[in-house]
T-cell receptor, first 111, second 113 residues
Framework: DAKTTQPPSMDCAEGRAANLPCNHSTISGNEYVYWYRQIHSQGPQYIIHGLKNNETNEMASLIITEDRKSSTLILPHATLRDTAVYYCIVGYMEYGNKLVFGAGTILRVKS | EAQVTQNPRYLITVTGKKLTVTCSQNMNHEYMSWYRQDPGLGLRQIYYSMNVEVTDKGDVPEGYKVSRKEKRNFPLILESPSPNQTSLYFC????????????FGSGTRLTVV
């Protein structure tokens, strides 16, 4: 059911920016892009979401291409604690809409 | 602290012995959901509830029951557990029910022997 494609894994040096890509070429006009992460076997943690415009919060930035067919999650200064599986999810902003998780990207931050 | 609390964190049980995994949230959220996570299969929704006394099946509901008698609690019941229900379970809640607002519990690792 997952409507997104992400690379299986990525490495990043500690202190550098981590750029995680996501393809969602079949996204509908009113579907949002959401990012969650899961550290080890903990519960997934919400990071950020957006519709068309780029978004930034205290954790990350989300860059969505103009055609909305792909996006990039940016962790500006990755730390070892950012090592996790990152999930890119597309879905409607409607009550009761479930999260459909794909395989995600394993991000390894190395010192 | 706003949180979703699951109990127990770890459970080993035998086939056929009824068990309940509890889930409680202190955020007055209407929407609650259960997921299971298995290697190679990712996270899959079991059941969800949009409010008190309103529950519905997710993608993998077979072998599970839920109830929502109170807003804060959403227990997951396995009437007759089988080894294929060995998994990592997560409860989640949301005020809006939208994908951007989920808070997940810490998980329950269940082993059925």
């Amino acid at each position: 059911d997952a409507k997104t494609t992400q690379p299986p894994s990525m490495d990043c040096a500690e202190g550098r920016a981590a750029n995680l890509p996501c393809n969602h070429s079949t996204i509908s006009g009113n579907e949002y892009v959401y990012w969650y992460r899961q550290i080890h076997s903990q519960g997934p943690q919400y990071i950020i979401h957006g519709l068309k415009n780029n978004e930034t919060n205290e954790m990350a930035s989300l860059i969505i291409t103009e055609d909305r067919k792909s996006s990039t999650l940016i962790l500006p200064h990755a730390t070892l604690r950012d090592t996790a599986v990152y999930y890119c999810i597309v879905g409607y902003m409607e009550y009761g809409n479930k999260l459909v998780f794909g395989a995600g990207t394993i991000l390894r931050v190395k010192s | 602290e706003a949180q979703v609390t699951q109990n127990p964190r770890y459970l080993i049980t035998v086939t056929g012995k009824k068990l309940t995994v509890t889930c409680s949230q202190n955020m007055n959220h209407e929407y609650m959901s259960w997921y299971r996570q298995d290697p190679g299969l990712g996270l899959r929704q079991i059941y969800y509830s949009m409010n008190v006394e309103v529950t519905d099946k997710g993608d993998v509901p077979e072998g599970y029951k839920v109830s929502r008698k109170e807003k804060r609690n959403f227990p997951l019941i396995l009437e007759s557990p089988s080894p294929n229900q060995t998994s990592l379970y997560f409860c989640a809640s949301s005020s809006s029910g939208t994908a951007g607002g989920y808070t997940f519990g810490s998980g329950t690792r269940l082993t059925v022997v």
